[in-house]
């Protein structure tokens, strides 16, 4: 099994461009999670979804948008890309009942 | 927002030495997980602790809940080499809120030979 993957795995954007990252998992997960990890800060939640066609905001959603029109698919789009959203992006799914969380590769992103 | 302070933030030690490492909360988590990050890979689980006062023990590595399931502690036995990376705490929220973890901002622990 491949588990969680992510694409792409870097990127880098101009301010003010757009674009959209792929998180797919293979385990039949309902929960997936949006992550982004800046250095001395952890993990900090940006959206998540319960389950195929919901979503809901996290810690930090501004800027972003998710989408999960497949049970196994969650999309992370930036409309408008800023510096400040400079980072690396992490993709989590999980089933219910578990705490346990599994974790993508990441995507680095640079907006400069 | 529940918050999760950990520390330390960095420490370097010789193989061979013991350490700990604490994450504290003023709020109480359902659970907390402990994971474990290389660099360009994303965090994997170690273990879950669950009822307050539990300890469990992988290997060199033991960890416990606070008995009141708002801190916990990872205590790492003659470190080695490869015990080197970003250490996590994440505690999670009750399912009905989508489980969602909070994390703490990680140890990075770097072990010399």
């Known amino acids: 099994n491949a588990g969680v993957t992510q694409t792409p795995k870097f990127r880098v954007l101009k301010t003010g461009q757009s674009m959209t990252l792929l998180c797919a998992q293979d385990m039949n997960h309902e929960y997936m999670y949006w992550y982004r990890q800046d250095p001395g800060m952890g993990l900090r939640l940006i959206h998540y979804?319960?389950?195929?066609?919901?979503?809901a905001k996290g810690e930090v959603p501004d800027g972003y948008n998710v989408s999960r029109l497949k049970k196994q698919n969650f999309l992370l789009g930036l409309e408008s890309a800023a510096p400040s959203q400079t980072s690396v992006y992490f993709c989590a799914s999980r089933r219910t009942g578990f705490a346990e969380q599994y974790f993508g590769p990441g995507t680095r992103l640079t907006v400069t | 927002t529940q918050l999760l302070k950990q520390s330390p933030q960095f420490l370097s030690i010789q193989e061979g030495e013991n350490l700990t490492v604490y994450c504290n909360s003023s709020?109480?988590?359902?659970?907390l997980q402990w994971y474990r990050q290389e660099p360009g890979e994303g965090p994997v689980l170690l273990v879950t602790v669950v009822t307050g006062g539990e300890v469990k023990k992988l290997k060199r590595l033991t960890f416990q809940f606070g008995d009141a399931r708002k801190d916990s502690s990872l205590h790492i036995t003659a470190a080695q080499p490869g015990d080197t990376g970003l250490y996590l705490c994440?505690?999670?929220?009750?399912?009905?809120?989508?489980?969602?973890?909070?994390f703490g901002e990680g140890t990075q622990l770097t072990v010399n030979p």
């Open positions: 994440a505690g999670a929220e009750e399912e009905t809120s989508g489980s969602r973890l909070t």
């Open positions: 979804s319960v389950g195929e066609g919901t979503t």
């Open positions: 709020s109480v988590f359902s659970s």
